[in-house]
């Protein structure tokens, strides 16, 4: 990190959703004269505050917010290409104040394209496409016709991807659709690129090899699971409490209402895919309906809020999973895991103790340039945490194996996830189970109905 000693710097505050990111962000920019800049997909598009989960206007306490709310609901979600761009304007219009930019968000993949110059979304498998271009339309056919197409123009990433992951095995296809290049030759093309960047890191004439941006401190903002998850229910409790259910129907009544101008809504993508939107649509259908008895009103209303609760339960969970073996992965092939700390939020009551102040010390001396604290040292969370749960793989063409076990009907593209498979309870059961129905079946046929009576009368022939 010697390397970028003295350039401007930024702030980046990731984590799982409900952790307590945007108070952090906005007590860091009260502190040092900073600015927000969002970094968070849902929170792009304009109204909607309690689905996307806004910070209330009254609890950023005048602090400017950017990126915020400035796209129409009828839009599609931005690339990453198109965040880094607008982000990058924000940071220096905010910089040309003196003020400090301060990244915040919980699309993780926005984050991490924005503060390394070679992230993999940057030119590979999230690549911006042609502006205004259409898709081709074998893009709209079924998943197995493009992975049979993917597979023919680029087996390498037709073998990396789940059979049923359309997105991902629709955007590799796109991606040479449009560009005429496989996206697994990118992939190792970024990958020889990390490995010099890595190599001449060791050297004391190294020129921004550390492949980031600029000058960054990521503080993560975390909990232990079991107080999240809690935390979350609660929440969403309180979103359904403060008028989800309005925002539901203001939603639906804007895209029935585009639908009956003819147009034609992708409900696969941008606000459409929203958790606390889709889960409610059963609810609202029978609300239209109107021939539904209240017992079962109410049984549809419980069941979408556990689905909201459920679904934002695995949201959260796979936000963590990003920063654990991407984010994470990418911090350290950088050179830069002096600079990224975990704050632990799990005790509500301590929060202002354990991560804001916490988290405002090690911002001060990130901004003097001082030495910082060694970041497993701050609690026994980080000290789990920052240690990658497992190599990223994800543009490791080389450590890609598709295996498929016929008895669960399940595909893994890694060895690590195969592995993971076959020790894992499901596997094992399926295996028992195959185990005592092969030897039921063999014990069936030595004593078939009426075989002692056929063998009775061979023996008199």
Known sequence: MSNLTGRAPLVAVVGATGTGKSELAVNIARKY???????????????????????????????????????????????????????????????????????????????????????????????????????????????????????????????????????????????????????????????????????????????????????????????????????????????????????????????????????????????????????????????????TSPAQYNKLLLQAIEKTKAGTRQYSKRQIRWIRIKLNNAIDTAGAKGSFFMLDGSDLENWQQNVSEAGLKIVDAFLKEEALPDPSSLSPLAAEMLTASKPDTSTRADLWSRKHCEVCNTTSVTESDWTVHVNSKRHKKAMSSQRKRALNSTTQAATLPGQDIVEEKTKDD
């Open 33 to 291: 004269n900073g600015e927000i800049i969002n970094g968070d997909a849902m929170q792009l598009y304009e109204g909607l505050p309690i689905i996307t989960n806004k910070m209330p206007e009254n609890e950023r306490e005048g602090v400017p917010h950017h990126l915020l709310g400035c796209i129409g609901l009828d839009e599609e979600t931005w690339t990453v290409g198109n965040f880094v761009s607008n982000a990058l304007a924000k940071i220096s219009e905010i910089r040309a104040r003196g003020r400090l930019p301060i990244l915040v968000g919980g699309t993780h993949y926005y984050t991490q394209s924005l503060l390394f110059h070679d992230a993999l979304t940057n030119k590979a498998h999230d690549e911006e496409p042609v502006k205004n271009a259409e898709k081709p339309a074998i893009l709209e056919e079924p998943t197995e016709v493009l992975l049979e197409k993917l597979r023919e123009v680029d087996p390498v990433m037709a073998d990396r991807w789940h059979p049923n992951d359309r997105r991902k095995i629709q955007r590799s296809l796109e991606i040479w659709l449009q560009t005429g290049r496989k996206a697994s030759d990118m992939y190792e093309e970024q990958r020889t690129r990390r490995e010099t960047a890595g190599q001449s890191l060791l050297s004391e004439d190294a020129q921004d090899a550390s492949l980031l941006r600029m000058r960054t401190l990521v503080l993560w903002v975390g909990a232990q699971s079991d107080a999240l998850s809690k935390r979350l229910d609660t929440r969403v409790d309180k979103m359904v409490a403060q008028g989800l259910l309005d925002e539901v129907s203001a939603l639906l009544n804007f895209y029935n209402g585009r639908i009956a101008d003819g147009e034609s809504i992708d409900t696969t993508r941008g606000i459409w895919v929203a958790i606390g939107y889709k889960e409610f649509l059963d609810y609202q259908a029978a609300l239209e309906k109107g021939d």
